[in-house]
């Protein structure tokens, strides 16, 4: 970790943090490396260039954000999460008329649409892998431009993995949505935090100023920047380098809690810090014994760290592509094909899918009317527990930076999710809904 955010420090100290955020410079296609290039492995010399990057160079979707996305665990301290049952292999029935499903492309696409899935897949450069799960069937799978066996960053489709944990909990009784959150996280007591409850943060209607926006992410003061600058043990060149828990400790009061939808990744951590705080554990133990070890996965879960060892869960998180689908089909009534165990209860989905709020809610936030434009429509309900959209027929889906993509659909039996390099054209994104809808899943 010394050794990779020496230079950073030296080479971009007051450059902006990349962070898990969408870049203002996107990196044109005659700048970035083919990744085809990269699939059997990355030349010596991008590693160094990845060791040297400043943050925005990692996040905006070129040579170091392939390296990055793939080699997290080289930059950061891990938790290994291996499979302790053994792998529950996925059956395979073959769809092909999955890959004829077309998408209208997002404005910043340079490709012209609408165009089916498989060929975009072909034909967009930064589409890394795709993979549809019906009934615990594999039914349509590719890596135009990585191994199937390779690790990829989740990005923010691992918010979920929090939300989960809190919503064991709140079943058992141990923790109470409605409550305020600082009954829990004691040292939060006497800060603009009290009044905030877990349902508060859980959808991200906290009302703390910590908003991940285009003004927060250049501004030092925001605790929005910060989070990520002490996540990687960056120092903000006002406060210096800090502790991730001192930063959320700090943030001030936007408005009234309930309000509106304001994402940030911060939330997912205080979360995290609240999992911690009532299981007495540290987080990657806690979501080993509570979820993964129950989990008939191919390789192993990588939990990433921030320097003091907080696991960063908001998104740095890595598997590869089958396994990251297992996560959504726990989701699903073929959960008994790849865990040993029910860990999504119906309570917990009838609270994702019941407890949504308004339209409104989501819309009032920054990314609201952004998510709505990744999908090509805004007739979702809203957000719920960690998950960007929630559709009136239970569907549910998580976007992550660069175009990463989980969508879950209980009701069909349906796990959608796709690994991505690609910043600007979040044009993937437009594929989940039209393949779920598309009438090929409904019975």
Not at 56 to 62: H, K, M, S
Not at 273 to 293: C, K, M, P, T
Request: charged share 25%; aromatic share 10%; with cysteine.
């Amino acid at each position: 970790m010394r050794n990779w955010i020496t230079p950073l420090r030296s080479s971009c100290k007051h450059a902006l943090l990349g962070t898990l955020l969408l870049s203002a410079t996107p990196i044109a296609a005659q700048d970035r490396t083919p990744l085809d290039e990269f699939v059997d492995g990355f030349p010596m010399k991008l590693e160094k260039e990845t060791r040297d990057a400043d943050y925005n160079e990692l996040f905006r979707g070129g040579d170091p954000s392939a390296y990055f996305n793939m080699r997290v665990s080289e930059f950061l301290p891990t938790a290994i999460l291996p499979s302790r049952v053994g792998p529950m292999p996925l059956a395979e029935n073959p769809m092909p008329r999955i890959g004829e499903v077309k998408a209208e492309l997002m404005e910043a696409s340079a490709l012209e649409g609408p165009l089916s899935l498989d060929a975009f897949l072909d034909r967009h450069q930064g589409a890394q892998a795709f993979l549809v799960v019906h009934k615990g069937q594999v039914v349509y799978e590719k890596y135009p431009r990585m191994r199937p066996e390779d690790h990829h960053l989740w990005m923010s489709c691992a918010k979920p993995m929090a939300s989960l944990v809190i919503d064991q909990l709140i079943s058992e009784g141990r923790i109470d949505q409605n409550a305020p959150i600082t009954d829990y996280l004691t040292d939060f007591k006497g800060t603009p935090w009290d009044g905030v409850t877990t349902r508060d943060v859980m959808d991200m209607g906290s009302g703390m100023d910590l908003e991940d926006t285009t003004e927060s992410r250049f501004d030092p003061e925001n605790v929005a920047r910060r989070v990520y600058e002490a996540e990687f043990g960056f120092p903000n060149e006002i406060h210096g380098v800090e502790k991730l828990r001192d930063v959320l400790r700090g943030t001030p009061k936007l408005e009234e809690p309930g309000k509106a939808f304001h994402y940030a990744s911060g939330l997912t951590q205080m979360l995290v810090f609240l999992a911690e705080a009532v299981e007495g554990d540290r987080w990657a133990q806690i979501f080993d014994r509570r979820v993964w070890s129950k989990v008939g996965a191919e390789g192993a879960l990588q939990i990433h760290l921030t320097p003091d060892g907080i696991a960063a869960v908001h998104g740095l998180i890595s598997s590869n592509l089958r396994d990251f689908a297992r996560f959504g089909m726990l989701y699903t009534p073929s959960w008994d094909k790849i865990a040993t165990e029910k860990v999504v209860t119906d309570e917990i989905l009838a609270r994702i899918h019941d407890e949504v709020r308004s339209h409104e809610f989501i819309m009032a936030g920054f990314d609201g009317p952004e998510f709505a434009d990744r999908v090509g429509t805004d007739d979702f309900i809203g957000n719920s527990r960690q998950w960007d959209l929630v559709w009136p027929d239970g569907d549910m889906m998580k976007f992550g930076l660069m175009s990463q993509g989980l969508y879950v659909s209980p009701s069909r039996d349906l796990v959608i999710v796709y690994f991505n390099v690609s910043d600007q054209d979040l044009s993937a994104h437009r594929f989940a809904r039209p393949i779920a809808t598309s009438g090929l899943f409904d019975e």
